[in-house]
């Protein structure tokens, strides 16, 4: 099964850029990595996803070197709403998606 | 889009009752998901179709529970009978599948909380 290593939990300030890494050493060639975010009460939402090096869209960047066994979600200047909890996997199209626990991204003013 | 729709958005019933969830994926999409979310066991698949056909059931818990697709637009996940230690929530999720290899994003529903006392 895909599994990915992420920290339980992270604390940021309003403004502040935060940087979330995910270790997956057992990637296959033909994964892709994905990161969802989930609010309380509500199903997990598709944040980003990328193969190599660097995808950017509106509200986030994924960092992949070259080796893959690690990605980096780089949430520029957070906002209390981006309290959420942030999972990363990696899986093949058609394939299952396995959840980890995620990291629990608190927000302060 | 509606993206995908699920009903009920709350579930209470007692133990031995049968319990329905029902699924509304997103038009043209041809994957579903269904999931469950505990805080104990966290976010874990129980079954997926591709075209309306099971793929795999590997994590459905027991027989008790039971999933189908009839058509492209609907699927359904049955507890029978229902215990307390399937209280939680269940989310149901689509995608649209192209081949191994390509990109794929999962778009989940609300969920739908479920309490057997």
């Known amino acids: 099964l895909a599994k990915t290593t992420q920290p339980i939990s992270m604390d940021s300030y309003e403004g502040q850029e935060v940087n979330i890494t995910c270790s997956h050493n057992?990637?296959?060639?033909?994964?892709?990595i994905t990161w969802y975010q989930q609010f309380p009460s509500q199903g997990p939402r598709f944040i980003i996803q990328?193969?190599?090096t660097k995808v950017t869209n509106e509200v986030a960047s994924l960092f992949i070197p070259a080796d893959r066994k690690s990605s980096t979600l780089s949430l520029p200047r957070v906002s209390l709403s981006d309290t959420a909890v942030y999972y990363c996997?990696?899986?093949?199209?058609?394939?299952?998606?396995?959840f980890g626990g995620g990291t629990r991204l608190m927000v302060k003013p | 889009d509606a993206g995908v729709i699920q009903s009920p958005r709350h579930e209470v019933t007692e133990m031995g009752q049968e319990v329905t969830l029902r699924c509304k994926p997103i038009?043209?999409?041809?994957?579903l998901f269904w999931y469950r979310q505990t805080m104990m066991r966290g976010l874990e698949l129980l079954i997926y179709?591709?075209?309306?056909?099971?793929?795999?059931d590997s994590g459905m818990p027991e027989d008790r529970f039971s999933a189908k697709m009839p058509n492209a637009s609907f699927s359904t996940l049955k507890i029978q009978p229902s215990e307390p230690r399937d209280s939680a929530v269940y989310f149901c999720?689509?995608?649209?599948?192209?081949?191994?290899?390509?990109?794929?994003?999962?778009?989940f529903g609300p969920g739908t909380r479920l309490l057997v006392l």
């Open positions: 999720a689509s995608s649209l599948y192209i081949g191994q290899g390509s990109q794929e994003t999962q778009y």
């Open positions: 057992n990637i296959a060639t033909n994964d892709y």
């Open positions: 990328g193969y190599k």
């Open positions: 996997l990696h899986h093949n199209a058609g394939n299952m998606l396995t």
């Open positions: 038009s043209g999409h041809n994957s």
């Open positions: 179709f591709n075209n309306n056909v099971p793929i795999d």
